[in-house]
């Protein structure tokens, strides 16, 4: 996703035009949105209307409100230009018009709010929107074998933080994401044939005229995505009260039967280790699905309540039961525990990786993850890396987020031992639960969980 650097001046003098630089009024929401679609996979459209209610729950007025749109940064990625989601209505809970602005090819909205939302009241937004499904390049599309999925197809309001409203533009590396948790009440109607999934869990499923009506509630959840296939094949597993539900589609290279078991059961086993470690898994239902294109591990990926697994022919098996624990650990960190994947992405990539490789001895495998990691964090390009800067300040993410954040972890479990650090590990997920947290919030853990004698391991990590 290239960016313009005049795209980015322009967005920064917008930024300050508009008064949001700075992040010292006490604001803080609660959002609920409610999502009504009708589905074409063939005709390649998705409408729908979306509201969204925003109470406001802090001691502040706020009279606009920032929304991402995070389905318009995978542009910069689509092999066609046709991809897009647009906004084409803005309007109050009556109906009336709403200013609007947008900016960042689609991906940042600035709303002005008709009146003041004052503390404890809730703005209701209506948006009209059209989806126009590009061909699938990394993870957003229709792929060749006719996999859709759709992540972040729909409005999320921005975090206000100590920095003021998040407009940051979008860094080159990394997931990009940074939001509250919020809940949603979605209505899908699609074509008879299709199966559909979502990253909640599902309430109904009305036959009508030829369409297919599903609704899914999705509560706690950071982000919203959609599924939909012709052929998936599907996979049930229960753990303790939660469903593993998963969606395979047989026509993808490498989905074959023992594969779509193998990654069921190391979701499954991962969702029962990680919430003995670190809290109980906090929804009712994970979906587990191929990644709908196979050219590498990295089309792997998580969202909250649903996780997408690259199946790949060639590779060890053991590589996919890796990945599985890695992205079922993003429901931890990521999902329950949120970072800002912008300013601090190692507070999610390198926590699931630390968590992977200990969930992959659990799970009996002699793989040398840790000398893998150790290799790749030593490399000479990153070996004085600090894990803790931007997305787009590490000379190789890969081995400066993951290799390099996981190994700050390793050492540190090393350091002050394994069972008092993950007890740390848990208190901060405790703490932090459904919120979001930084790189401050995990220093203070360890800060308050040693003696003090972890300073050289953190000195060589975390830029302070
Ligand atoms: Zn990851």
Redesign the pocket.
Known sequence: MKRTVLLAALLLTLAALAGCAGGERDLAFEERYTIDADLDPEGRTMTYTQRAEITNTGSDSAEELWFHLYANMYKGLFQTEDGDVWVSSVTDGAGRPLSYERSQEGVLYRVELGEPLAPGGTAVILFECTVTVPDLESKYGMSPDGDLQLPGFNLLLAVYDENGWDTDPLPEEGDGRYAHTADYDVTVRAPEGYTLACNGDEQSVTALDGVTERRYICRDRRDLVLIACKNYVRRERQVGRTRVLGYFDPAVAGVTEAAMDQVMDAAAFALGYFGGLFGAYPHDTLVVTNAALGTNFAQSM?YSGLITVYFDLEADPTARTHITF??AA?QWFYGAVGNDENEEPWLD?GF?DFAGVLCLEAWGSDWPAWEIAANAAGAEQVKDDKVNLPADEHPVYQWGVYDRGCMCLKELMDAVGREEFLAILGGYCRDHWMGVATTADFLAAIEAGTDGDVEDILAEYIQK
């Open positions: 998580e890695h992205e993003h990539e699931a």
